[in-house]
């Protein structure tokens, strides 16, 4: 069955770098984007980024220039590096994969900034 376990949370102080990481299993993980989202909270679940099949990213406007994502297929992970990260930042991390019929996350990692 289809499993993505997120792991690399953890807690840092504004200014500081953590590297989120998403381990697939269950499907053909080099055919299919991978997306990051994350819930602070009070706050509905939002779109951070994306990384497609060839390598295509995509970002919300509020990370760009902080955060990378990119994507090992021989390894079936895909990773989001986060750099600069500020207050706002703090929420569960998740990593998603649309199927075509249904989407499938993880079961989240919590990433608090603070001092």
């Known amino acids: 069955q289809v499993q993505l376990v997120e792991s690399g949370g953890g807690l840092v102080q504004p200014g500081g770098s953590l590297r989120l990481s998403c381990a697939a299993s269950?499907?053909?993980?080099?055919?299919?984007?991978i997306s990051w989202y994350r819930q602070a909270p009070g706050k509905e679940r939002a779109f951070v980024a994306v990384?497609?099949?060839?390598?295509?990213?995509s970002y919300a406007e509020s990370v760009k220039g902080r955060f990378t994502v990119s994507r090992d297929n021989t390894k079936n992970t895909a990773y989001l590096q986060m750099n600069s990260l500020k207050p706002e930042d703090t929420a569960v991390y998740y990593c998603?994969?649309?199927?075509?019929?249904?989407?499938?996350w993880g079961q989240g990692t919590q990433v608090t900034v603070s001092s």
């Open positions: 998603n994969y649309f199927s075509g019929v249904r989407d499938y």
């Open positions: 269950g499907f053909p993980f080099n055919r299919y984007s």
């Open positions: 990384v497609g099949g060839y390598d295509y990213t």
